[in-house]
């Protein structure tokens, strides 16, 4: 997870030194608002504990319309889930 923070030198091979521009505006909030709130099947909702989502808890509110929300939110783990040890906990 210190990796992903850029408190590692040098970086991991995974890991870019630069941010795509696009990402900014992926993580905004209401980004995909329109998009969560038309979705009406069940929803999965998983992320790590520090992860780029804003608010982790409020995930589920984006989907409102949805007929089944779960929020999974993995400790030990970032934003990279199939490099973390902890990748099987999503299976």
Do not use: K
């Not at 709130?37 to 804003?54: F, N, Q, S, Y």
């Amino acid at each position: 997870m210190m990796a992903s923070a850029g408190l590692i030198d040098p970086l991991p091979e995974w890991r870019s030194a630069t941010t795509p521009p696009c990402s900014v505006y992926m993580v905004a909030p209401g980004a995909v608002a329109l998009e969560a709130v038309a979705v009406r099947v069940p929803v999965l909702i998983a992320m790590g504990e520090r992860d780029v989502v804003p608010d982790s808890i409020g995930a589920p509110r984006a989907y409102e319309s949805a007929e089944d929300i779960q929020l999974f939110i993995c400790p030990g783990r970032a934003h990279m889930h199939n490099f973390a040890p902890s990748r099987a906990r999503f299976c």
